[in-house]
C-alpha cells in the first residue's frame, strides 16, 4: 500500500515542476553562470532611457531562477515602462515570464491571469513565434489542476506550431510535456514513446540538458512499470549530467526521482535520505511545491519505517504548504479564465472580420486622421526635443553652479592654507626669535631689580602665550592631523583642545576607520569645525554630543547640544550656517536642523559616498 501511495503521487507530482522548467531550460541552464544575474541588473542600472531599460528587465526576467519574489517586482516595473512606451510585444513577454514565476510560488490564479493575458496581447500582434511557449506553459497549467483534456489541447496547439517553425528544441520539450499527461492518465506505453522521441531530438542538437531531463522522465516510466533495473540506468546517468553541471535545480529534482525509485524497491532508508537531499536544494531555491511533496512523501516513508512521531511532524509541513498553494476555488478560477478567453478571442475574430468588411469605406477617413497624426506627432517630436534641450540647459547651468562653488570653496581652503603658512612661517618664526631675545636679555640684567625683573617675566609669558595662540590658529586653519590621520585624526585633536571644564564634550564614531575622499574629509572637518564654534560662541551649552558614523555608502554627522536653542526661522539665515549648508550641497548630501529657544540644537548631516 506504501509503494503504491508513492507512486501515485510521484505520478502526480514528480514530473509537474520537472517538465515545468523544460520550457526555459535551454534558456536558463545552459545560460547562467556565476555572476550572470548580478549583470542583468547591472543592465537595468545602467540603461538611459526606457527603451534600454525596458528590454534590460525582459531579459532578466526571461532568466527566471530562485528569487522568483524579485523577478516579479521587476517584471511590474518593466510593464509600466511597456504601457509608457506603448509597446504591447514587451508587455505581453512580461506578463508570459511574470507569470512562469508566479507559476513556481505556488501562485497558480495569478500565473493564469498572466499566461492569458500574454496569449491576448501577443496574438493580437500577430507574434507567431513567442506563442507556441505560453500555449506550453498553459498545457502546464491545466495539467496542475486536473483538466488533461485541455491540457492535451494546449500541447497539441503548442507542438503544431514548433512544428511548423522548425523549432526542434520546442518539439522537444513538447513531447517531454505531453509524455506527463500520458502517465497521469496510465497510458504509460505512449508517455515512453513521447519522452524516446524528446530524447532522439535532445541527442540530434546534443543538448546535454534535454537529454539529461529525458533519462529523468525514462527512469520514472520504468520505475512505474516496476522494471526498476531500467529506470536506476536512466537516472544514474541523468545524476551525472546534472553533477557535472552543478544544476541545484534539476539535482533537487532528480534527487526526489531517485527518492520515489528506492522507495518502490522497498529500500526506504535511501528513500528518505534522497528525500531530504532533494528538500535541501529545494529550500535554497525556494521551490514550495517540491518541498510539500517531499514532506508528504517523507511521511509515508517514515510511517512504514514505524517513525510514527515524525511523519505526523512532515504530513503537518506537508498540508501547510499544501494549503497555501493551492485550492478547488482556484481550480474553478483558471477554468473561468480559460472559457473567458476563448469567448474575447472569438469576438475578436468577428470583430476582425467586420472591420475587414468596412474598411473600404474608411479609407478617406484614414488617410485623414494619418495626415493629422503626422502633425501631432511632428508636433509632440518638436516638444520632446524642445524638452531635452531644456534639461540640457538645466544642467549645464547646475554644473556651472556647482564649478562656481567648487572654485570658491577650493579658494578658500587655498587661502586657508596660505595664512596658516604665512602665520607658521612668517609671524610664527619671528615671535619664536622674539622670545629667544627676551630669554638671553632676562639672562644678562642683574637680579639686583625685582621690579624690571618681573616686567621683564610678564613680556616673556605674553609673547609664549601669543607664540601658541598663533600655532594654535595655524593648526585650526590647516591641521596636521588632517592631512596625516584623515577626518577621524582631526575632529578628536580638534575636540581634545576643548576646555572641558567649561563644555562637556564627547565623540562618538562608529565604522571611520578608512581614509575618505580629500575632499569630503576637508569640508566635513570645516562643518565639524563652524558647529563647535557656534555652540561655544552662542549656545551657552554645558554639553555636546558629536557623533560620526559610516554606514553602508552614507557618512552621517549629529551634533547635539544642550544649549539654549534658537528660532529656526529666523536664525537659519546666519553666516555661519550658509557656509554649513553650501559645503553640504557641494558633497551632494543633506542637512537636518531641529532647534527651539530653551530645547538645545542638533544637526543632522548625511553625506551619500561614491565607491
Not at 506578463?95 to 496581447?121: C, E
Request: with cysteine; net charge neutral; aromatic share 10%.
Amino acid at each position: 500500500m506504501m509503494i503504491k501511495t508513492i507512486q501515485f503521487r510521484h505520478r502526480f507530482f514528480s514530473r509537474v515542476v520537472l517538465c515545468f522548467i523544460l520550457c526555459f531550460t535551454h534558456e536558463v541552464f545552459a545560460q547562467k553562470r556565476v555572476g550572470q544575474f548580478e549583470e542583468a541588473l547591472n543592465k537595468i542600472s545602467a540603461a538611459h532611457n526606457d527603451q534600454q531599460k525596458l528590454k534590460a528587465i525582459i531579459d532578466y526576467t526571461a532568466l527566471q531562477g530562485g528569487d522568483f519574489a524579485r523577478i516579479i517586482f521587476y517584471g511590474d516595473s518593466g510593464k509600466y515602462l511597456a504601457r509608457k512606451i506603448g509597446d504591447s510585444v514587451a508587455l505581453g513577454k512580461l506578463y508570459n515570464n511574470t507569470g512562469i514565476a508566479q507559476y513556481f510560488m505556488g501562485r497558480y490564479d495569478d500565473a493564469a491571469n498572466a499566461l492569458f493575458y500574454a496569449v491576448k496581447l501577443l496574438e493580437q500582434e500577430n507574434q507567431d513565434t513567442l506563442l507556441p511557449s505560453i500555449y506550453n506553459d498553459l498545457g502546464k497549467l491545466f495539467r496542475k489542476t486536473g483538466d488533461y483534456t485541455k491540457s492535451i489541447q494546449y500541447y497539441e496547439q503548442a507542438l503544431q506550431n514548433f512544428t511548423r517553425q522548425g523549432n526542434l528544441h520546442g518539439q522537444q520539450i513538447i513531447w517531454n510535456e505531453s509524455g506527463v499527461v500520458y502517465e497521469y492518465l496510465d497510458n504509460m506505453n505512449e508517455a515512453i514513446q513521447r519522452y524516446q522521441k524528446s530524447l532522439g531530438i535532445a541527442k540530434l542538437r546534443q543538448d546535454s540538458i534535454g537529454i539529461g531531463y529525458a533519462w529523468n522522465f525514462l527512469a520514472g516510466a520504468y520505475s512505474k512499470q516496476k522494471k526498476y533495473a531500467l529506470a536506476k540506468i536512466y537516472l544514474d546517468s541523468a545524476f551525472a549530467i546534472r553533477n557535472a553541471m552543478k544544476d541545484s535545480f534539476a539535482l533537487a529534482l532528480t534527487y526526489t526521482d531517485a527518492a520515489e525509485l528506492y522507495a518502490a524497491m522497498g529500500d526506504l532508508h535511501t528513500a528518505d535520505s534522497m528525500y531530504k537531499l532533494s528538500n535541501r536544494l529545494a529550500f535554497n531555491l525556494q521551490i514550495p511545491d517540491l518541498i510539500g511533496h517531499n514532506y508528504e512523501s517523507l511521511a509515508f516513508v517514515n510511517k512504514s519505517l514505524g517513525k510514527l512521531e515524525e511523519a505526523f511532524a512532515y504530513l503537518q509541513e506537508a498540508r501547510k504548504i499544501k494549503d497555501s498553494l493551492f485550492s478547488l476555488h482556484k481550480a474553478r478560477e483558471i477554468t473561468e479564465l480559460e472559457t473567458r478567453y476563448q469567448t474575447e478571442k472569438k469576438e475578436q475574430q468577428l470583430l476582425r472580420q467586420e472591420l475587414e468588411l468596412t474598411s473600404k469605406n474608411y479609407f478617406i477617413f484614414l488617410v485623414s486622421i494619418l495626415l493629422v497624426s503626422v502633425v501631432v506627432v511632428g508636433y509632440a517630436y518638436y516638444r520632446r526635443y524642445r524638452t531635452r534641450q531644456e534639461i540640457k540647459l538645466r544642467e549645464a547651468l547646475l554644473h556651472q553652479q556647482r564649478a562656481a562653488m567648487q572654485a570658491v570653496l577650493d579658494a578658500e581652503e587655498k587661502e586657508r592654507h596660505r595664512i596658516a603658512q604665512e602665520l607658521h612661517d612668517g609671524i610664527g618664526q619671528m615671535m619664536g626669535a622674539l622670545k629667544l631675545n627676551l630669554s638671553g636679555l632676562r639672562s644678562e640684567l642683574p637680579n639686583e631689580d625685582p621690579m624690571l625683573s618681573q616686567k621683564l617675566d610678564n613680556i616673556y609669558e605674553l609673547v609664549d602665550d601669543s607664540c601658541r595662540e598663533i600655532r594654535n590658529v595655524s593648526h585650526q586653519m590647516m591641521p596636521n592631523t588632517l592631512l596625516r590621520y584623515g577626518l577621524t585624526g582631526a575632529v578628536k585633536d580638534f575636540m581634545n583642545k576643548i576646555d572641558m571644564q567649561t563644555l562637556d564634550a564627547h565623540v562618538y564614531m562608529e565604522g571611520v576607520d578608512k581614509r575618505l575622499n580629500a575632499n569630503v574629509e576637508h569640508m566635513m572637518f570645516r562643518v565639524v569645525q563652524e558647529c563647535v564654534t557656534n555652540v561655544i560662541k552662542h549656545a551657552q551649552a554645558s554639553r555636546l554630543d558629536i557623533s560620526l558614523i559610516l554606514e553602508e555608502r552614507e557618512l552621517v554627522l549629529i551634533i547635539e547640544d544642550n544649549g539654549c536653542g534658537f528660532d529656526t526661522s529666523v536664525s537659519a539665515e546666519g553666516i555661519g550656517l550658509k557656509n554649513i549648508y553650501s559645503r553640504v550641497a557641494y558633497l551632494n548630501g543633506s542637512v537636518e536642523l531641529d532647534s527651539k529657544p530653551g530645547k538645545g540644537t542638533v544637526i543632522s548631516i548625511a553625506i551619500p559616498l561614491e565607491d
